[in-house]
């Protein structure tokens, strides 16, 4: 047997700064990082926020934010010049009206659901923010705070037309033809030969009417049925009548007009009638033309004296609104999916409108119909997911398959990195897709996503970019919760993590100069508080009794994320940095003792912090330490001086943190792999650079020789 080694070495490490949650590691990887992030220098700090987005308000504003938070969303419309900030919470969709400090409801009587299968989304077209949540109508809402639904899910009544009516049997001896009814000489009629080749005569024709809705954004609805047929019959003209001109007919005699009746059935949001005539259906085409535009949403009637050849141009088939549960916007046009009717079905609107969809543009990506689970507009490029696929709409055509077995479960999931990568969740992690290739990104964190996520509620992950790291966020339940309070972060190269005590229903960038990370949010825990309401005096003055009661720590708010202020304290959280496994060899069988940590350290608070040992691949507690000071030594240069409370401005100065390292006993004998974690509560900071040991070997000779052979024990 090997005697004790004399080699003695010192391993040292730059703070890893991602998360890689294997058993063993050769490199120095983290398994856990939790509300930490990266400085631009590399190393950890821990997080700051989040804070309320509003101070105080009084009781009466208070009420405006209350409800179930469900979305959150904010668009600078108008260029920028309508700062537009829209929420959701419970039945209400409501704006916030600025330094009033207060929110104005917009639209009420929505779904309330607790467990919603799908979230809100929300998509700016144009000046319009269009907004559905799979349940209810999608509604469209403008600069001004209007709200209208998105189009038109119901179909205009027919019109009746009027026109001329033919002599009976017992009058045609007497009575020409076209003569009764409404007969008004007009425009209308298609003109041709008769009998000797040379006299005029009107030929018989039939004409149909339909009407379309048309809403203040100009969306359309669908074409109505059409209406009764409107018909005049064969009549010869002669305008060389014997000597009696005033019984001579020319064709402009015989010609005619109708009167259209449009019953007033329209939406409330309805803003004009589009009237559509064919024409002649018996000697020149079936299809419906424009014919006039009639503002208003009640009834009336329009004389019509058109010729055929006046008409605007052909109607679009047009198709009702359906409910849909997914949606995005590529081209100009709002490309939407998952309908209740048709879940494998993506259709999009026309160019501008967002709520107009013409019947027959429509595709499904998958062959088999499977439900669409997502839609992205990504480099020129539209996307469409289901579950276990992903595809892009070239020309809205073809689907061309980009990963068979690789789909999206998470509508809001879908994000963009700044280096164009998108990211989105799928069933088994995060994927990427860059330059067309889609690349597998969440390995390292495989182990907290197929155990510790509530893969019931991942449909729900909410996600966003952090506009000054550039960092990719998603808000998930963790198993056994229905909250979202376990944010992953990943900044392209490593994951890590956010346990900030809050349920994130929703959030958003704002679209402005402040690039604010925005959530709808709710803290879910309480805060026992002491009531006075029945008290006992003592001998010695003293109160021996009081009742308490649990009463909500906060109402849901909408919070400001990476910011803090002196008026409001945020939940309390960990901050957590567990290293991966270390060994003093590729295979583990070299035993090592560890001696000293020395823990490379940023100045940022003046406190204490916990530190724990492991071992051989156990995360029971061998040393802790909890009173390791996250402050360097002044040694004279008063660099950690508090100055304050006596600073004077122009005069009074500041000092970058500086760097210096800590030494930390510890003592662990014959461990063939080791970790430690670092650890502290709010409100103490972190910040953490590298860390190095001091370590000897425990065995001189071959190192195999304590490999226990077979049966020894």
């Known amino acids: 047997m090997a005697g004790p080694a004399s080699i003695r070495s010192a391993q040292s490490f730059l703070v890893p700064a991602g998360e890689a949650q294997v058993l063993y590691s050769a490199s120095s990887l983290s398994y856990k990082v939790q509300n930490f992030e990266v400085t631009p220098e590399g190393t950890l700090q821990s997080i700051i926020g989040p804070t309320r987005y509003e101070p105080d308000r009084t009781e009466a504003e208070e009420e405006s934010t209350q409800g179930i938070p469900h979305g959150i969303y904010h668009a600078g419309l108008l260029g920028g010049i309508a700062d537009t900030l829209i929420v959701r919470m419970g039945t209400e969709l409501k704006r916030h009206e600025g330094w009033s400090r207060s929110f104005r409801v917009l639209e009420s009587g929505l779904s309330d659901e607790h467990r919603p299968i799908y979230p809100d989304q929300f998509v700016v077209l144009g000046n319009t923010i269009i907004w ?40 045609r001896a007497t009575q020409y033809a076209n003569v009764f009814g409404y007969s008004w000489p007009g425009r209308i009629g298609t003109v041709g030969d008769m009998l000797d080749g040379q006299t005029g005569a009107l030929l018989a024709g039939g004409w149909y009417y339909y009407v379309q809705w048309e ?31 005033s019984l001579a007919t020319e064709i402009d005699d015989l010609t005619r007009q109708f009167l259209v009746r449009i019953a007033g059935d329209a939406p409330e949001h309805a803003v004009a009638f589009r009237l559509y005539r064919t024409p002649d259906v018996r000697h020149k085409s079936v299809f419906p033309q424009l014919l006039a535009r009639v503002p208003g949403s009640k009834q009336f009637f329009y004389p019509d004296n058109r010729a055929d050849s006046d008409l605007g141009p052909a109607a679009v088939e047009t198709t009702a609104v359906p409910v849909f549960r997914v949606m995005c916007a590529h081209q100009g046009r709002l490309v939407i999916g998952n309908t209740i009717a048709d879940p494998g079905a993506v259709r999009r609107s ?24 997502g839609l992205a507009s990504h480099n020129g490029k539209l996307i469409a997911f289901t579950e276990s696929s992903t595809y892009e709409l070239q020309d809205f055509a073809v689907p061309i398959p980009l990963a068979q077995g690789v789909g999206c479960v998470a509508p809001r999931s879908i994000k963009a990195l700044p280096d164009g990568t998108l990211i989105w969740l799928s069933r088994d992690g995060f994927y990427g897709m860059k330059n067309g290739t889609v690349t597998h990104l969440s390995r390292a964190i495989h182990r907290t996503i197929r155990n510790y996520i509530n893969r019931t509620r991942m449909r729900m992950a909410v996600s966003v970019v952090d506009p000054t790291s550039g960092e990719y966020r998603c808000a998930l339940a963790p198993a056994g919760k229905t909250d979202q309070s376990l944010v992953l972060c990943f900044d392209g190269r490593n994951w890590r993590r956010q346990e900030l005590g809050l349920h994130i229903a929703d959030w958003c960038q704002t679209d402005d100069y402040r690039q604010y990370v925005l959530a709808a949010g709710t803290h879910p825990k309480g805060a026992v508080t002491t009531i006075k309401q029945a008290t006992t005096i003592g001998p010695e003055n003293t109160s021996i009794s009081a009742t308490t009661k649990t009463v909500p720590l906060d109402k849901n708010q909408i919070y400001v994320m990476d910011r803090e202020t002196a008026a409001y304290d945020p939940p309390d959280r960990d901050l957590i940095y567990r290293s991966g496994w270390m060994r003093g060899d590729k295979v583990g069988l070299t035993p090592m003792h560890i001696r000293t940590m020395y823990l490379g350290l940023v100045d940022s608070w003046n406190g204490d912090f916990t530190i724990r040992f492991y071992r051989n691949g156990s995360w029971a507690d061998v040393v802790k330490m909890e009173d390791v000071l996250a402050v360097g030594v002044d040694d004279d240069t008063k660099v950690i001086a508090d100055i304050c409370g006596s600073a004077v401005l122009g005069t009074a100065k500041t000092h970058d943190p500086r760097l210096f390292w800590r030494r930390v006993p510890v003592g662990l004998e014959n461990a063939y792999s080791w970790a430690f974690e ?33 049966t020894d024990t």
């Open 678 to 710: 670092i650890s502290a509560s709010s409100p103490t900071r972190l910040h953490l650079a590298s860390f190095a040991f001091d370590i000897t070997l425990a065995t001189k000779g071959n190192v195999r020789s304590r490999v226990p052979h077979r």
């Open 215 to 245: 809403d203040v954004f100009g969306n359309l609805s669908q074409l109505s049925a059409q209406s009764n047929l409107v018909s005049v019959s064969t009549l010869q003209s002669d305008p060389y009548l014997s000597n009696e001109k």
């Open 350 to 373: 026309q160019v501008g409108l967002p709520g107009t969809f013409a019947a027959d543009d429509w595709i499904y990506p998958d062959s088999g119909g499977s439900e669409v689970t």
């Open 132 to 171: 559905t949540n799979g349940i209810d109508r999608a509604r469209a809402i403008a600069h001004d705070g209007m709200v209208v639904p998105l189009g038109f899910d119901q179909v205009p009544g027919s019109p009746f037309a009027e026109g001329p009516q033919q002599p009976g049997l017992s009058d």
